[in-house]
């Protein structure tokens, strides 16, 4: 076919063996047949040519591709010109979504577009997949959508639902259409079911409206939007509403768990918003960041915190995109913008920040009594630290930052604050260790432009400026001797695949250091903030850590499979980690007050830390805290975290604190008694089967908090996953199902 006759056809023809009839111009090829032009290609075990209509016959182990994917027949007759035809018993696979399409009989037209009878789509593998869907007739054009008539969804042989008309996707790439929903049952909202719909709105933006109807609180609607061109360019944006067929008027109408925080919620219309936002001003070098959160009233987010509506689901999204969070779902929420620019020596930040108090409105607190500080806006700059004088004898660092705010608020003293802090430190270091000396500086001055009175002193407050000294010395060595475990020839006897400590390390480093900054009465002055009242410090506070270091030896096989030579390779490991920390308080030593009620005690309690890790295996926190006074534990907290390669992961923390009435701690004298454990468990069964097992309990009110069960079940070409879970507020169960690679 390289004859001038044909030179409007330019096929490569290969074959065991080549029969030419020159009187009708046809050629007949048998045995590993393949007809090829660029990257398409017609293959069979049979062909069969016309060189007058450039028309071919293929017959037996058919594979075509002329376009983006390949079909497989039983056999085949394709217009080459055109590059139009039909095949008998035909497949199509799209790789991206990993669908099946096939079909009794398939008619290929222009570009990629197919049209089947009696046809079968699937993501399974298999002669008898877990579920597919079939039609009388289908059209499907690849990177575009299939149309489906009189179709019927299959598990296994069996149909269970049946659609005269139905579109599915046919890309590789993302494709607008119907999710799959999720399905569960709640004591506080009943049956529910929350149906998504996905846009596509370009390679870099996509919109989700979820639809969630709740036989107890009636249709949530909401708005997802998403934008991603680089990573320092990306917003996320969400938006429910509800129209909620539940008021609680009253503290005693609200459901267990609500019902103990004095407020009630008597509004129906509820919504959540949030977001994020990642990017540049005009230039690359400043940088923007926002975040929005504003939610309707203080029991939505503890209402509505599971599933993918739910604030659990979106803070790990916006973790996941942005690496930050937002305030915990029980707290206050803060919207904030910030822009901001890095020199070489020099840092600028302009924010501004609005504090949503969740408590206001609803019935509960009015706006005129709100005394929620908000930020607007702030300005910070930042001088890095350097060296005052390059290359002099002594070396003298120096940093700063300063900052000009303005506060405003419904209720209570309102203006702006202007600060600077330069620190000045000089490092010297030497053969038996370092004592790094710190000497800083903070003068604040106050400007205010509106008093009213709230009945808080320190909110009310007018004081024009302080200015505050501070100081710091640390000093610190290290100590270490190196074990050697192995002789001469640590390899010695080791073969392929074993491992061997060889050397051990065992440095310690002690530490002292003490700060001082003087008492300063700041009574007078407003309160925004925590920096609005620096506390007075006279402490020395010293330590020692023991660091424990193995160097191990592992031997593998060389790469030359005939003559194989020991690889012998070292790593480093830190296993294990001891620190012992105490402080003594001069400013209690010497205290006056309250001596009849409380005896000075100057020592802090002793803090032992302890880190033991084995490999990528297990790992064990542990912080003690012990009272020289009492004579006992004043608090624990305990995390341990153990992975078995694939199969297993299992985390628990453990955390006690004891009600201890003091003068340094005076503020916990009604505080309760605290004694909680958390257990997280992930465990492969046989097979398809996840277990996901989650407890967390008051101990010391023998009350549990939160306790759920997640089992998965993971097919090749499904997921399933059943869900239980049982907090303060509410019983859950929950049915999620995906199918990889379908949207409706």
Same mark, same amino acid.
């Given at each position: 076919?390289?004859?001038?006759?044909?030179?409007?056809?330019?096929?490569?023809?290969?074959?065991?063996?080549?029969?030419?009839?020159?009187?009708?111009?046809?050629?007949?090829?048998?045995?590993?047949?393949?007809?090829?032009?660029?990257?398409?290609?017609?293959?069979?075990?049979? #062909?069969?040519?016309?060189?007058?209509?450039?028309?071919?016959?293929?017959?037996?182990?058919?594979?075509?591709?002329?376009?983006?994917?390949?079909?497989?027949?039983?056999?085949?007759?394709?217009?080459?010109?055109?590059?139009?035809?039909?095949?008998?018993?035909?497949?199509?696979?799209?790789?991206?979504?990993? #669908?099946?399409?096939?079909?009794?009989?398939?008619?290929?037209?222009?570009?990629?577009?197919?049209?089947?009878?009696?046809?079968?789509?699937?993501?399974?593998?298999?002669?008898?997949?877990?579920?597919?869907?079939?039609?009388?007739?289908?059209?499907?054009?690849?990177?575009?959508?299939?149309?489906?008539?009189?179709?019927?969804?299959?598990?296994?042989?069996?149909?269970?639902?049946?659609?005269?008309?139905?579109?599915?996707?046919?890309?590789?790439?993302?494709?607008?259409?119907?999710?799959?929903?999720?399905?569960?049952?709640?004591?506080?909202?009943?049956?529910?079911?929350?149906?998504?719909?996905?846009?596509?709105?370009?390679?870099?933006?996509?919109?989700?409206?979820?639809?969630?109807?709740?036989?107890?609180?009636?249709?949530?609607?909401?708005?997802?939007?998403?934008?991603?061109?680089?990573?320092?360019?990306?917003?996320?944006?969400?938006?429910?509403?509800?129209?909620?067929?539940?008021?609680?008027?009253?503290?005693?109408?609200?459901? +267990?768990?609500?019902?103990?925080?004095?407020?009630?919620?008597?509004?129906?219309?509820?919504?959540?918003?949030?977001?994020?936002?990642?990017?540049?001003?005009?230039?690359?070098?400043?940088?923007?960041?926002?975040?929005?959160?504003?939610?309707?009233?203080?029991?939505?987010?503890?209402?509505?915190?599971?599933?993918?509506?739910?604030?659990?689901?979106?803070?790990?999204?916006?973790?996941?995109?942005?690496?930050?969070?937002?305030?915990?779902?029980?707290?206050?929420?803060?919207?904030?913008?910030?822009?901001?620019?890095?020199?070489?020596?020099?840092?600028? +930040?302009?924010?501004?920040?609005?504090?949503?108090?969740?408590?206001?409105?609803?019935?509960?607190?009015?706006?005129?009594?709100?005394?929620?500080?908000?930020?607007?806006?702030?300005?910070?700059?930042?001088?890095?630290?350097?060296?005052?004088?390059?290359?002099?004898?002594?070396?003298?660092?120096?940093?700063?930052?300063?900052?000009?705010?303005?506060?405003?608020?419904?209720?209570?003293?309102?203006?702006?604050?202007?600060?600077?802090?330069?620190?000045?430190?000089?490092?010297?270091?030497?053969?038996?260790?370092?004592?790094?000396?710190?000497?800083?500086?903070?003068?604040?001055?106050?400007?205010?432009?509106?008093?009213?009175?709230?009945?808080?002193?320190?909110?009310?407050?007018?004081?024009?400026?302080?200015?505050?000294?501070?100081?710091?010395?640390?000093?610190?060595?290290?100590?270490?001797?190196?074990?050697?475990?192995?002789?001469?020839?640590?390899?010695?006897?080791?073969?392929?695949?074993?491992?061997?400590?060889?050397?051990?390390?065992?440095?310690?480093?002690?530490?002292?250091?003490?700060?001082?900054?003087?008492?300063?009465?700041?009574?007078?002055?407003?309160?925004?903030?925590?920096?609005?009242? #620096?506390?007075?410090?006279?402490?020395?506070?010293?330590?020692?850590?023991?660091?424990?270091?193995?160097?191990?030896?592992?031997?593998?096989?060389?790469?030359?499979?005939?003559?194989?030579?020991?690889?012998?390779?070292?790593?480093?490991?830190?296993?294990?980690?001891?620190?012992?920390?105490?402080?003594?308080?001069?400013?209690?030593?010497?205290?006056?007050?309250?001596?009849?009620?409380?005896?000075?005690?100057?020592?802090?309690?002793?803090?032992?830390?302890?880190?033991?890790?084995?490999?990528? #295996?297990?790992?064990?926190?542990?912080?003690?805290?012990?009272?020289?006074?009492?004579?006992?534990?004043?608090?624990?907290?305990?995390?341990?975290?153990?992975?078995?390669?694939?199969?297993?992961?299992?985390?628990?923390?453990?955390?006690?604190?004891?009600?201890?009435?003091?003068?340094?701690?005076?503020?916990?004298?009604?505080?309760?008694?605290?004694?909680?454990?958390?257990?997280?468990?992930?465990?492969?069964?046989?097979?398809?089967?996840?277990?996901?097992?989650?407890?967390?309990?008051?101990?010391?009110?023998?009350?549990?908090?939160?306790?759920?069960?997640?089992?998965?079940?993971?097919?090749?070409?499904?997921?399933?996953?059943?869900?239980?879970?049982?907090?303060?507020?509410?019983?859950?169960?929950?049915?999620?199902?995906?199918?990889?690679?379908?949207?409706?």
């Amino acid at each position: 076919m390289t004859d001038s006759e044909q030179e409007t056809v330019h096929w490569n023809l290969t074959a065991d063996r080549v029969v030419t009839h020159s009187d009708s111009n046809m050629i007949e090829a048998f045995g590993n047949v393949a007809l090829r032009e660029g990257d398409d290609f017609l293959k069979a075990d049979f #062909i069969r040519y016309f060189g007058d209509t450039d028309w071919v016959l293929l017959k037996g182990n058919v594979s075509v591709k002329m376009g983006r994917d390949v079909v497989d027949a039983s056999e085949a007759e394709f217009d080459l010109k055109n590059r139009v035809g039909w095949l008998r018993d035909g497949s199509v696979f799209v790789d991206g979504p990993h #669908i099946y399409f096939s079909g009794e009989r398939v008619q290929k037209d222009f570009g990629d577009s197919y049209r089947f009878r009696n046809a079968k789509i699937t993501a399974c593998d298999g002669e008898v997949p877990a579920w597919s869907i079939t039609a009388r007739e289908a059209t499907i054009e690849l990177e575009g959508y299939s149309q489906l008539w009189h179709t019927s969804m299959q598990v296994k042989d069996h149909s269970v639902l049946y659609a005269p008309y139905a579109i599915l996707p046919a890309k590789k790439k993302r494709q607008t259409g119907f999710l799959l929903p999720e399905v569960g049952q709640s004591s506080k909202r009943g049956l529910y079911y929350n149906q998504p719909f996905f846009w596509a709105i370009s390679d870099t933006a996509d919109l989700t409206y979820n639809a969630y109807w709740m036989e107890l609180r009636g249709l949530m609607q909401g708005l997802e939007f998403r934008h991603h061109t680089t990573e320092d360019n990306k917003s996320w944006l969400r938006v429910d509403y509800l129209k909620d067929a539940r008021t609680d008027s009253t503290e005693e109408d609200e459901p +267990g768990g609500l019902d103990d925080d004095g407020l009630v919620r008597n509004n129906d219309d509820r919504f959540w918003v949030r977001g994020m936002f990642d990017g540049t001003l005009h230039d690359t070098q400043w940088k923007l960041k926002a975040t929005v959160d504003y939610v309707s009233d203080q029991n939505y987010l503890r209402e509505f915190s599971s599933g993918m509506s739910g604030f659990n689901r979106s803070q790990d999204d916006m973790e996941d995109l942005f690496g930050r969070s937002l305030a915990g779902e029980a707290q206050n929420r803060t919207s904030e913008v910030l822009l901001s620019r890095d020199w070489q020596r020099v840092g600028l +930040g302009i924010s501004s920040s609005f504090t949503q108090n969740v408590n206001v409105g609803n019935g509960n607190l009015t706006s005129s009594a709100d005394n929620t500080v908000q930020t607007l806006p702030k300005i910070d700059l930042y001088l890095f630290k350097s060296n005052l004088v390059d290359g002099a004898a002594l070396p003298v660092e120096i940093q700063a930052t300063a900052q000009a705010a303005n506060f405003w608020r419904h209720n209570g003293t309102t203006g702006a604050r202007f600060e600077v802090a330069p620190q000045i430190s000089i490092p010297l270091s030497g053969r038996y260790g370092s004592v790094i000396s710190t000497v800083g500086l903070r003068h604040t001055q106050y400007s205010t432009s509106h008093k009213e009175p709230d009945g808080i002193q320190e909110q009310s407050a007018t004081g024009t400026s302080r200015t505050i000294p501070s100081l710091n010395i640390a000093a610190f060595t290290e100590m270490a001797r190196t074990f050697s475990l192995a002789g001469q020839d640590p390899a010695a006897g080791m073969k392929a695949g074993d491992s061997r400590w060889t050397m051990l390390r065992h440095s310690i480093q002690p530490r002292v250091s003490y700060d001082n900054t003087p008492n300063v009465n700041q009574d007078d002055n407003p309160f925004y903030d925590v920096d609005d009242r #620096i506390l007075a410090r006279n402490e020395l506070t010293y330590s020692v850590t023991n660091l424990f270091t193995r160097k191990r030896l592992s031997v593998s096989a060389g790469a030359d499979e005939e003559n194989p030579e020991l690889v012998q390779r070292y790593d480093y490991s830190d296993f294990l980690r001891l620190r012992l920390q105490q402080s003594y308080d001069f400013r209690e030593a010497d205290r006056t007050e309250q001596l009849e009620k409380y005896s000075r005690r100057p020592f802090s309690d002793v803090e032992l830390e302890a880190r033991l890790s084995y490999d990528n #295996i297990a790992s064990l926190t542990s912080r003690t805290y012990w009272s020289p006074y009492i004579g006992m534990v004043t608090r624990h907290e305990h995390t341990l975290d153990f992975t078995y390669y694939e199969r297993a992961t299992f985390r628990t923390t453990f955390d006690f604190r004891q009600q201890v009435d003091e003068y340094k701690r005076k503020e916990t004298e009604t505080d309760d008694k605290l004694s909680s454990m958390n257990s997280e468990l992930e465990l492969k069964l046989w097979g398809p089967w996840t277990l996901g097992l989650n407890y967390e309990v008051d101990l010391e009110k023998g009350k549990d908090i939160e306790k759920g069960v997640d089992l998965l079940y993971s097919h090749q070409c499904f997921d399933l996953q059943f869900s239980y879970a049982k907090d303060g507020v509410e019983d859950e169960f929950s049915l999620w199902l995906a199918l990889p690679g379908l949207s409706f």
